[in-house]
């Protein structure tokens, strides 16, 4: 009778090192929740107004920044069709659809050169391939947004006098 009992253990396992608890178990939900909270926005000192961040947010969600950044709102008008509507402050202008950003434009205190310009809105220098018109540099589609116009001085001027980016346009969503 003992070599019965012995005999109807479970076998040990095969695999060395596999541990007894699931290696992914479910996060308890109040972990995850508290970690995206708590995080803080910070703008860079060497940044003047950082688009990147602004672009794509929520108007309630960043009203604070906004103010921080453009100034006071001087005014505000409806656009024709699905464009929504454009607030223009003192430093600069925005478009918000559906309660979100998606158009911020910026003129620039003194010409600078596109990377310079770029640093200072909070994007990453960029030399690369740019699209090359007699009034504006364009970039399309990096750093999740669809069109970066770099409005020139002149025709053939290398500085330039204002940044708007885009994150969506607005005749795409229709």
């Known amino acids: 009778m003992c070599l019965l009992s012995f005999g109807c253990d479970p076998p040990q396992p095969v695999l060395s090192g596999i541990p007894d ?3 992914l178990s479910e996060a308890k939900p109040d972990e995850n929740i508290g970690s995206k909270a708590s995080r803080v926005y910070i703008k860079a000192a060497d940044i ?10 929520t108007l309630h969600l960043v009203q604070v920044e906004l103010h921080e950044q ?3 709102r001087l005014s505000t008008r409806v656009l024709n069709g699905n464009r929504g509507e454009e607030h223009q402050f003192t430093r600069g202008r925005i478009r918000i659809s559906g309660g979100v950003i998606y158009m911020i434009s910026v003129p620039l205190n003194a010409p600078l050169y596109r990377r310079e310009a770029l640093q200072l809105m909070g994007f990453p220098p960029h ?3 740019v699209i090359r018109t007699s009034r504006e540099y364009r970039i399309n589609n990096a750093w999740d947004f669809r069109r970066i116009r770099l409005k020139r001085v ?3 001027a290398e500085k330039v006098t204002e940044v708007e980016a885009w994150r ?4 795409e969503r229709q």
């Open 21 to 23: 608890q699931a290696i």
């Open 154 to 156: 002149d025709r053939d």
């Open 127 to 129: 030399t690369g391939g």
């Open 70 to 72: 453009l100034g006071k």
């Open 168 to 171: 969506w346009l607005p005749r």
């Open 48 to 57: 003047d107004i950082d688009i990147r961040h602004l672009g794509g947010k």
